[in-house]
């Protein structure tokens, strides 16, 4: 089969192929791959252990497939659905019903992407979503590029260091420490696995990490948490948590696949940002290349497209935040609504509130600044991110609505305007949470606070002001 073929199955090509024939075209990918490696060592573009480390996955990529599978099995069990899946607009392929198809754990391989679906104890959705393995010639461009610049400089430090002392012994021991080009190539084959709330996420972090699996382990000081970095330090406000996960193969080697956990509604916002990163990319690669024959107005200009763009993301991934926390503060309502009042249970607290709805707020509310929480103000109707906001929760605008647009306003109130009755009072359900619980989000915020600068904290809470926007 033709490698260009390969590249455009998709999970419904599959459905009705017998694994002879699906292994047939992953080793067909797996002889392309292990050719343009063998080339690019010939080229002097890799060395040996760059060599050996990708032929690990290379040479039989159903078999690392495998054990990235039976991580997911160990850890959640079976999946109830495995739907095909496009990582460029987070959608999943549906039935004319408009139902998600569910295709099996026989398309589940390395050159389809898939998304397989769990739930947990809540019965809310896990998503695990399963992208292409790299080829081969990204790998190699990522070494080339990014981890191997690094090595040639300390290399040729040592070679200097060489040619001006003359010690061999202090060479070789300079080169045997310099961390190989490999030690941080981990996405080769990666995973996403999003979870609806924050403390679903750190739960299942937890779940991997104190695995008593023989099959994998995570060394917890690999261990890049966003969440627990500062708000001030966040300026893209891009959360996550990344972790690598060591397999163990068959044969005795260590193969790493890099695993994200990320909560699903602010996965949406990634989903959008990547173009805009991608573009950042080129351009950061255009000016590298170019500043020498560039004059100064035209390098200003393309810095100012860069900052720009990352201000979207930042605007973008915010909007995203404060969807998920209107998701929160939903939740709450109709906890309220649809158990307590019906059974006509008295509120615990003399301001209204319920301790579950309460504990519930403080433990999933992601504080979005250090600004003073007013309910009222921050989720009221005035506001177009807040009617944007819950458009997409209740699904009358799409999560790739573009907010950035000159006619978005104008959509965003004509959309609202058409809600029926009840969707407004459900709308004005989650403002009323907001102002009754507004004690409960003050003192998430101001926790927080306390902990991202502990000894400028009494500053920062003397220079909030009443507004949050």
Known sequence: MDINDIQNIEAKDLYNMTFEEIDEIQNALNAHNLEYIEKAFQMHRINCSERDYLLEFFHDGMAVEREVYRTLYETFGQPERTCSYDPTTGKVATDKNGQKINFGLKVVTPFVNTRLEYRDKNINQIFVIMPKMKKASRAIEKIESEYGLEYRQKYNTALDRLFEDEDRDTFCEAIQNIPQTTNDLHDILRLTITCKYLTDVQRIKRKLVENKSSS??????????????????????????????????????????????????????????????????????????????????????????????????????????????????????????????????????????????????????????????????????????????????????????????????????????????????????????????????????????????????????????????
């Open 216 to 469: 994998f382990y995570i060394a917890p000081e690999e261990i890049r948490d966003r969440f627990s970095k500062p708000l001030s330090q966040n300026e893209k406000k891009y959360y996550d948590i990344k972790l690598i996960i060591h397999h163990k193969m068959p044969n005795g080697k260590i193969l790493d696949v890099e695993a994200q956990l990320k909560i699903d509604t602010l996965y949406q916002g990634d989903i959008l940002t990547h173009s805009i990163y991608e573009e950042i990319r080129e351009t950061e690669a255009m000016l590298s290349k170019k500043r020498a024959q560039m004059d100064s107005s035209e390098i200003r200009q393309q810095e100012a497209k860069i900052k720009i763009l990352n201000n979207r993301i930042a605007q973008i991934n915010k909007a995203f935040i404060h969807q998920y926390n209107m998701v929160v503060l939903d939740k709450a309502f109709r906890i309220e609504n649809d158990g307590y009042r019906p059974l006509r249970v008295p509120p615990e607290n003399t301001d209204g509130t319920y301790n579950r709805c309460r504990s519930f707020i403080s433990a999933e509310y992601m504080p979005e600044s250090y600004q003073v929480f007013n309910g009222s103000e921050d989720f009221s109707a005035n506001s177009d991110l807040n009617k944007l906001c819950y458009l997409r929760l209740i699904g009358k605008l799409p999560n790739d609505f573009d907010m950035f647009a000159d006619t978005a306003s104008k959509q965003i109130n004509y959309k609202f305007s058409r809600l029926s009755s009840a969707e407004i009072e459900r709308f004005n359900g989650i403002n009323e949470v907001a102002m009754r619980y507004e004690s409960v989000v003050r003192k998430k915020i101001n926790d927080r606070a306390k902990a991202d600068h502990p000894t400028a904290y009494v500053g920062l809470i003397a220079k909030k002001s009443g507004k949050s926007k």
